[in-house]
Every structure is written in structure tokens, then in C-alpha cells.
């Protein structure tokens, strides 16, 4: 039988911060700048170190908001997402959507944007290759593509 989530809590050793930055991928900075201006609440300390102590809930808390942050969510949208998350899955559904889903239209104009950065570094390396080699003609396929990409531009 799978543990449950208290199982887990209960179980699993808090994280330090050293080992919340690690997994989260965020700076030390960053966790204690979070946990000042309130999205992730006051962090729990150790009562002997007084260090900060990342328990289950916390530690997933962290752990989406690095996702959300990674694919370049802003920390006020972060912010209202959190907020949104207290008022409710069906209070606040409509709205949670929406925020989604503006947020996934802007990352499909980052990558269709990074496409087009990747096609040019491969033409370009296309085109100096072939001129290490001396192949004009391929050369001048590479230009001609590089040229056709610079125009999407």
C-alpha cells in the first residue's frame, strides 16, 4: 500500500536549505527573499540551530513554485496563483485557467522565438563547415538558409 502524503511528512527528514536549494534549483537567497515577501510563509526552524527546516508541504510548495519560476513566471503572477490556490479550486478555476493559459501562449512564442535562434546557429555552423571544407556550393546553401532564417526574424 503507497504512503500518503502525513505518511510521507512524518516519515521523511526536513531539508535544509542547502538541500531545498539543491532540489529546487533556487538560490539560498532566493528561498529566505520568498520566504520574506510571503510565497512560501514563515519557513520552520530547527529549535536547537534555529536553521530553516523544509517539511513535506513546504518542500512541494518550493518545488512548484521553481517550476512555475523556471518557465518564467513572474513572482507576482506566482503570487496570484497562490492566492488563487486559497480561495478555492472552484471559486477560483476560471481564473486559474486563465493564468495558465496566458502564461502557455508566452512560452510557445519563447519557443517558437528559440527555433528560430537554433535554425540560424545551425546554419551559420553549416556554413563554416563547408567552408573549412572548401564545398562552395554547400557554402552558399548554408548563406541562402541563414539569409531565409534572418528573414523571420
Not at 512524518?10 to 536549494?21: G, K, N, S, V, W
Not at 512560501?40 to 513535506?56: A, E, I, Q
Amino acid at each position: 500500500m503507497a504512503a500518503t502524503k502525513a505518511d510521507r511528512e512524518r516519515t521523511e527528514p526536513p531539508l535544509t536549505i542547502q538541500e531545498m536549494a539543491q532540489r529546487s534549483g533556487f538560490s539560498e537567497p532566493t528561498l529566505r527573499y520568498y520566504e520574506k515577501i510571503g510565497l512560501l510563509g514563515p519557513v520552520p526552524r530547527d529549535d536547537s540551530s534555529g536553521h530553516r527546516r523544509y517539511h513535506g508541504a513546504l518542500a512541494e510548495r518550493v518545488d512548484a513554485l521553481a517550476c512555475l519560476r523556471s518557465s518564467g513566471m513572474s513572482v507576482a503572477e506566482m503570487r496570484r496563483y497562490l492566492t488563487l490556490l486559497d480561495e478555492g479550486d472552484r471559486a477560483a478555476a476560471a481564473e486559474q485557467r486563465d493564468l495558465f493559459t496566458r502564461h502557455a501562449d508566452r512560452l510557445s512564442g519563447e519557443i517558437e522565438r528559440l527555433r528560430v535562434r537554433q535554425a540560424y546557429m545551425r546554419g551559420k555552423a553549416d556554413m563554416w563547415d563547408a567552408r573549412y571544407r572548401g564545398d562552395t556550393d554547400a557554402e552558399e546553401r548554408a548563406i541562402e538558409q541563414v539569409e531565409h532564417v534572418l528573414r523571420r526574424f
